[in-house]
Structures are given as structure tokens and as C-alpha cells.
């Protein structure tokens, strides 16, 4: 039974809001700042999962994420997509005209920077997080300052919000995953939707080669991620999700591509979320 969580951010953070919604009883949660923290309290069995996003509707893949998980050999044994609608807020009784700087997590502003073309007196600073900023304002009761954060945590930090739904396109989620140590619990009848990585030679048809046998095999590709292998100039690592409807497609699939690819290994084998 999972009962804590690691989760980068702190109480009103959209990790935060995840780790709510995606367990059926309550978790604990171990505040990181950093994704590097996230990782290091899960391997170190500080906790018993974490929480992770992979990816945004708006600004793309998180890459750092995918070689974290890589690196250090975690499981992947659920997702979560979550709305993620930003707000500004600030301290009480203040206007937008009042606000000199606005601090948030740099995907935040990247999702919302459209919104301040309007106000051009308002200098943005990247921070660590974004609940973190609005924590500040309200331990503080800083004025002239302005956080990018959900509605909860204007509600956690007593914050007004000043705009809502800022962001440059209204409908705007952000793909999470759960992490463990060990894999999956998940029976196999269950399991519809797969992570894997390999690595692929820079030479013609390397790639579709692959590619045709997940399809000849029955599996659907939502995502693929490129990453250069340093050490190995002129060769990829692939981040790959599939879903199927037949689990043994996928471990037919699986068989193929090991001997097709270098390098090849499961990150996870899980329930899809987005049905």
C-alpha cells in the first residue's frame, strides 16, 4: 500500500493536486523543490512512489524527466492527465496595475507568457515552484508581487487572484506519471498502455523498422521522444508509449523489438488514462 508520495513542489502544487486524485486513499506527501530531490527520497525509500509530469499539452516534453527515470531504473505503474488552469494572484486588496514582478516555475510562465504582452510592466522571474512563490507572499505579505499558481493554493496561501485562466490555451494538461521502485502490481488483463526506451542506429529505415513492428503487431503510438546519447555520437535513445487492446500484442511486440534494438528495456506497463 502506497502511503507516501514525494512530489516536486509543496501543498497546492499541481504535483500536489495529482497526488490527491490519483490515489483511492489519502498519501502523505515529501516536499521537493527539484525533480533530482523527487528521485532521491524514492530511491532511498523515503517514500513509496512519486509523482512525476512527462509532459505538457502547451510547452512539450519535460526531457529531464524521461533520463531520470532511465537513469535510475524506476517504474513506471500509472499516468494521470490533469487540467491545469494558472492563475495570477498576489497579496490582498492589490490590482494587476500594482504587481512590478511576477515569480513562477519557468513552464508556468512559458504556458502564460502571452497573457503579459498586456501588461509590459510586469517583469516575469523564473522560481522553483510554483505554489512555493505563493507560500512566500503569504508568509511575507509581500506586495508588488504576483505568483502563477492554481486556484488551490491561492486558497491554501490566502491569495486573491487577480486573473484566472491566464494561460495561453485555455484547454491545457499536463500528462503525469507514478513512479516506483519495483515494477507494476497491475494484473496483465489490466494493462493497456506501455513506456519503453531503446536505442536506435543513425542509418536509414533503423528507426521504421521498429516502428513497423509495433504496428504489424496491433500497437498504437501516442509518443515518441528522441534523446542523443552522449557518449554514442550519431546514436538515439527513444522514449516510446503504446496502448493495445491485447496485452500478449504487446509481449510479442516486446520479443521483437529486443532483438531488433539496442539497448531496449520496459519503463513501465500500466493502466491508459486517456481514454
Known sequence: MIKTV?????????????????????????????????????????????????????????????????????????EHYLDIQHNLMAWTNQTIEDIKEVYSHPMALLQCKEFFRDFPHI?????????EVAERIHLKKLKGVGAIASARAAEIFELDILAHSIQTIKHNETRFVIVKRVN??????????????????????????????MSDCKLNLTKIQSL?????PWKYAFFVDVTFEEYSDFKKAKSLIDIMADGFKVLGEYKNAKL
Open 228 to 232: 542523443p546519447i552522449i557518449e554514442k
Open 6 to 78: 514525494a512530489i516536486q513542489g509543496i501543498k497546492g502544487s499541481f504535483h500536489h493536486i495529482v497526488s490527491q486524485q490519483f490515489f483511492e486513499k489519502p498519501v502523505d506527501c515529501i516536499d521537493c523543490l527539484t525533480f533530482d530531490r523527487v528521485v532521491d527520497a524514492l530511491i532511498t525509500k523515503e517514500c513509496d512512489a512519486a509523482v512525476m509530469a512527462l509532459e505538457n499539452s502547451i510547452a512539450g516534453s519535460i526531457i529531464p524527466n524521461y533520463a531520470l527515470i532511465d537513469k535510475y531504473g524506476l517504474h513506471i505503474v500509472g
Open 184 to 213: 507494476s502490481e497491475v494484473p496483465e488483463d489490466q494493462i493497456n498502455k506501455a513506456s519503453v526506451k531503446f536505442e536506435a542506429n543513425h542509418k536509414r529505415g533503423s528507426l521504421a523498422a521498429i516502428l513497423n513492428v
Open 123 to 131: 517583469k516575469l522571474v523564473e522560481d522553483k515552484d510554483t505554489a
